[in-house]
């Protein structure tokens, strides 16, 4: 089994900034051939894609974290981040991370392996 574990989670006011970090671990094996993504899912409202990097490092953005978050992975410690800055209270949500065998990580079925989430609030 793989395990997936999200940190860095936490109470801030808005235009602040969090690190999410997500690590595999388990029988992750190497990762560098998957991709990652972040989804997140605020109260009452479906889960939706925030960014992906796949194999080759190239990344994916919804349109609501374009120019605020940045996707980074170091295959090496088998870790994606997700730096977040200009944070909204809209962007209040359980952040997930999730990895798999995809060149479309904005596609939650893809995605094989899941994390528990790390809760992101973010006060006006």
């Known amino acids: 089994q793989v395990q997936l574990v999200e940190s860095g989670g936490g109470l801030v006011q808005a235009g602040e900034s969090l690190r999410l970090s997500c690590s595999a671990s388990g029988r992750a094996g190497d990762t560098g051939g998957l991709a990652w993504g972040w989804f997140r899912r605020a109260p009452e409202k479906e889960r939706e894609f925030v960014a992906g990097?796949?194999?080759?490092?190239?990344?994916s953005y919804a349109d609501s974290a374009k120019g605020r978050f940045t996707i980074s992975r170091d295959n090496a410690k088998k870790m994606v981040y997700l730096q977040m800055n200009s944070l909204r209270p809209n962007d209040t949500a359980v952040y997930y991370c999730?990895?798999?065998?995809?060149?479309?990580?904005?596609?939650?079925?893809?995605?094989?392996?899941w994390g528990r989430g790390t809760q992101v609030t973010v006060s006006p």
């Open positions: 990097i796949v194999w080759n490092f190239d990344r």
């Open positions: 999730a990895l798999g065998r995809t060149d479309t990580p904005n596609r939650p079925n893809n995605l094989r392996y």
